[in-house]
Antibody, heavy 121, light 107 residues
Framework: EGHLEESGGGLVRPGGSLTLSCVAY????????FNWVRQAPGKGLEWVAS????????YYAQSVRGRFTISRDDAGASVFLQMDALRVDDTGIYYC??????????????WGQGTLVSVSS | YVLTQPPSVSVAPGQTARITCEGD??????VHWYQQKPGQAPVVVVY???DRPSGIPERFSGSNSWNSATLTISMVEAGDEADYYC???????????FGPGTKVTVL
């Protein structure tokens, strides 16, 4: 079934930058779309960004468009989230998740364990 | 696109919990459900309205029609206490949409 491992979280000042990484294990990476989903402390899940197989499609939530950049490295089975101009309300756990659907039904499995991003002065 | 869920559902052990997810014409979409326990990543328990991933007990089932989808947990156990989120794929402009979540408490 495979699994995902995120890294790169940390404490950053407002206006700063951070890059998250997600490495995939145990399945054919190039066949899937990958996503970042975040969760602010005590809040619900919020989809952030998506990159399809072969970079065919990239989507962003309105809240991060123009500030975040998602990318993938098929050779390294990795997905990245470059986060610039960070704001306090970007604070939360960031999860990497595979889109497991075979069409456009769009569901997530598996999820990584998450990496914590804290934006504070 | 907005999904609506009840904030909380309480159920006694052995009883049935039903969690609704409402959205405009949600019956025309595929609804997925995730379970999230404290300090853990979400796990899909039902996908594409009513399918269960391997390893998920048959006690978890889903349905979807018109303006409401439902996750049903039969014979509830203490270990089912968690937050549950519904999610759909809506459109390229607003692809993955989550509901606000429902906290299930086992009495």
């Amino acid at each position: 079934e495979g699994h995902l491992e995120e890294s790169g979280g940390g404490l950053v000042r407002p206006g700063g930058s951070l890059t998250l990484s997600c490495v995939a294990y145990g399945f054919t990476f190039t066949s899937y779309s990958f996503n970042w989903v975040r969760q602010a402390p005590g809040k619900g899940l919020e989809w952030v960004a998506s990159v399809s197989a072969s970079f065919g499609h990239i989507y962003y939530a309105q809240s991060v468009r123009g500030r975040f950049t998602i990318s993938r490295d098929d050779a390294g089975a990795s997905v990245f989230l470059q986060m610039d101009a960070l704001r306090v309300d970007d604070t939360g756990i960031y999860y990497c998740a595979r889109d497991a659907s075979t069409g456009t039904t769009g569901w997530f499995d598996p999820w990584g364990q998450g990496t914590l991003v804290s934006v504070s002065s | 696109y907005v999904l609506t869920q009840p904030p909380s559902v309480s159920v006694a052990p052995g009883q049935t919990a039903r969690i609704t997810c409402e959205g405009d014409n949600i019956g025309s979409k595929h609804v997925h459900w995730y379970q999230q326990k404290p300090g853990q990543a979400p796990v899909v328990v039902v996908y594409e309205d009513s399918d269960r991933p391997s390893g998920i007990p048959e006690r978890f089932s889903g349905s979807n029609s018109w303006n409401s989808a439902t996750l049903t947990i039969s014979m509830v156990e203490a270990g089912d206490e968690a937050d549950y989120y519904c999610q759909v794929w809506h459109s390229p402009e607003d692809p993955y949409v989550f509901g606000p979540g429902t906290k299930v408490t086992v009495l």
